[in-house]
């Protein structure tokens, strides 16, 4: 991972050797924090835009709410700690991740004074399933992992420790040789990826999951919204792994892997195995979005 030099760690900018904690750090023991991930591009005028800063702010408050975190600072001191925190990089393209968590005091399961802490951190990176899978597609794998319950763990609140089940799931999918995987609930549908919302397309109709076990994508957002703008249907509404096989194409969403095409699941070739018409067709919206080529949703971009 790249350095960047600066983390705006509770209010202050630090060196990003010096953005260290205590080892009895509440979080680090037990899982609950909260935290965001968010990119800042380059657009095609030079100037650097972050992508819906508010909505990823508002999702972290939202988190942290689901679990009881008081934040200690307001949503527009955030918004600006992130954009002091790229400027402060000089980066004109990164990832961004605010962080809640647990700050030490007492351990055991009801902590009372622990303060909770924020960091922002910002740092370059690219592709997160690799420049060939944004280009060619990547190759999926039906993970042996169910996504969480929705009573085990809040899966609206994007909490550090859901990641467990995440990281195991991606661990397996890539020791089988796949570079990502796809959970099922626990009903058997299809739910999410370890760290990305899918959709499909069939007969020129898109399907997602609905809001039930997924956390509620950005991205997808995104996309809901760019399918009603290009006049193409779109149902969210269940589905199994049978119905994803036999898709006619399939791609994933989140703010890390943006929109990555799908071309096999499980060995089977998915559509004709490469990105499809409406794969594309939203993934050049939405990468004209994100270098601001499109006025209609400049009101996504935040310039720094
Ligand atoms: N589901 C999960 C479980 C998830 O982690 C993400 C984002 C999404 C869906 C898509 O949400 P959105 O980014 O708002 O479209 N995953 C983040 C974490 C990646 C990481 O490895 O860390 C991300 O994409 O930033």
């Not at 705006?8 to 509440?26: C, F, I, K, R, S």
């Not at 006619?248 to 499809?276: H, N, Q, S, Y």
Request: net charge negative.
């Amino acid at each position: 991972m790249e350095k960047a030099k600066k983390i705006w760690l509770d209010g202050e900018l630090v060196g990003w050797d010096d953005a260290n904690v205590h080892v009895l750090t509440h979080t680090l023991h037990y899982g609950l924090g909260v935290f965001e991930g968010i990119r800042c591009y380059e657009l095609d005028d030079k100037r650097s835009a972050v992508f819906r800063l508010k909505e990823h702010i508002d999702r972290l408050f939202d988190s942290a709410h689901i679990v009881e975190l008081d934040i200690p600072f307001s949503r527009e001191k955030l918004c600006s700690g992130v954009i002091e925190t790229i400027k402060i990089n000089t980066l004109r393209e990164c990832y961004i991740r605010p962080l809640v968590f647990l700050g030490d005091g007492s351990m055991g399961l009801f902590p009372k004074n622990n303060p909770v802490r924020v960091a922002i951190a910002v740092w370059p990176w690219g592709a997160y399933l690799g420049e060939d899978g944004v280009e060619n597609g990547i190759r999926v794998k039906i993970s042996s992992f169910t996504r969480q319950h929705v009573n085990v763990n809040m899966t609206k609140a994007k909490v550090c420790g859901s990641y467990v089940n995440s990281i195991m799931a991606k661990r397996e999918a890539v020791s089988c040789g796949y570079d990502e995987a796809l959970l099922l609930d626990t009903e058997g549908y299809v739910s999410e990826g370890s760290g990305e919302n899918i959709f499909f397309v069939k007969n020129g109709q898109i399907k997602t999951t609905p809001l039930t076990s997924i956390l509620r994508g950005i991205t997808r957002d995104c996309v809901i919204e760019l399918a009603g703008y290009n006049g193409i249907e779109i149902k969210e509404e269940r589905f199994t792994r049978d119905e994803l096989y036999t898709a006619d194409e399939a791609f994933l969403t989140g703010t890390a892997a943006e929109i990555t095409p799908v071309r096999e699941i499980d060995g089977r070739v998915i559509g004709e195995g490469k990105p499809g018409v409406v794969t594309r067709k939203l993934q050049s919206a939405f990468f004209d979005i994100i270098r601001g080529r499109l006025d209609k949703y400049e009101g996504w971009l935040q310039y720094i």
